[in-house]
T-cell receptor
Framework: GAVVSQHPSRVICKSGTSVKIECRSL??????MFWYRQFPKKSLMLMAT?????????EQGVEKDKFLINHASLTLSTLTVTSAHPEDSSFYIC??????????FGAGTRLSVL | AQSVTQPDIHITVSEGASLELRCNYS??????LFWYVQSPGQGLQLLLK??????LVQGIKGFEAEFKRSQSSFNLRKPSVHWSDAAEYFC????????????FGQGTTLQVKP
């Protein structure tokens, strides 16, 4: 149980285009999902908290117009990187909260912006 | 400030040897404590968690961790390491009042020698 699917696992795009990443909780409902960014050989940096049916809460320094988050259902949250640039290249990981304070993670998305 | 520290960036152990990965957190109240493992290019897998009760918790893959309030520590242990345990290990904490937000340590890279 508690499986989180993240898609795509890898995406390569041209600078200036937008990329959408999906995060799904497959066998449980998640009122809250989280989006993280991980730099090479670094820890996870929380970007935003996504709550179903309401606006996401962004961490300080994260551009909400750059990283659009939608959480339209209890099993799906999406992160859209708008007008991507090479500096947005990174490993993005989502998680979904199952029960109190337990997060289960997706396998991550490797974004490469050319 | 709320923080999580993993003092060891990189640890190498021989296969079959015992392992202990250190984790310390700052703050007064007892938080919720987690250990996650990440294989290269993958998401995070929950190894174990501590919320309350018995301070020695058992997890998957033969791992255990002990919460020591007096030392603000939650060290991860395994009696006999297998080559497949080579990975990145993250200690993470939900501090009281943080509505589920995980604060991660810097991570410890475990290398296993044959």
């Amino acid at each position: 149980g508690a499986v989180v699917s993240q898609h795509p696992s890898r995406v390569i795009c041209k600078s200036g285009t937008s990329v959408k990443i999906e995060c799904r909780s497959l066998d449980f409902q998640a009122t809250t999902m989280f989006w993280y960014r991980q730099f090479p050989k670094k820890s996870l940096m929380l970007m935003a908290t996504s709550n179903e049916g309401s606006k996401a809460t962004y961490e300080q320094g994260v551009e909400k117009d750059k990283f659009l988050i939608n959480h339209a259902s209890l099993t799906l949250s999406t992160l859209t990187v708008t007008s991507a640039h090479p500096e947005d290249s990174s490993f993005y990981i989502c998680s979904a909260e199952s029960g109190k304070n337990i997060q289960y993670f997706g396998a991550g998305t490797r974004l490469s912006v050319l | 400030a709320q923080s999580v520290t993993q003092p060891d960036i990189h640890i190498t152990v021989s296969e079959g040897a015992s392992l202990e990965l250190r984790c310390n957190y700052s703050y007064g109240a007892t938080p919720y404590l987690f250990w996650y493992v990440q294989s290269p290019g993958q998401g995070l897998q929950l190894l174990l968690k501590y919320f309350s009760g018995d301070t020695l918790v058992q997890g998957i893959k033969g791992f255990e961790a002990e919460f020591k309030r007096s030392q603000s520590s939650f060290n991860l242990r395994k009696p006999s390491v297998h080559w497949s345990d080579a990975a990145e290990y993250f200690c993470a904490v939900v501090f009281s009042g943080n509505t589920g937000k995980l604060i991660f340590g810097q991570g410890t890279t475990l290398q296993v020698k044959p």
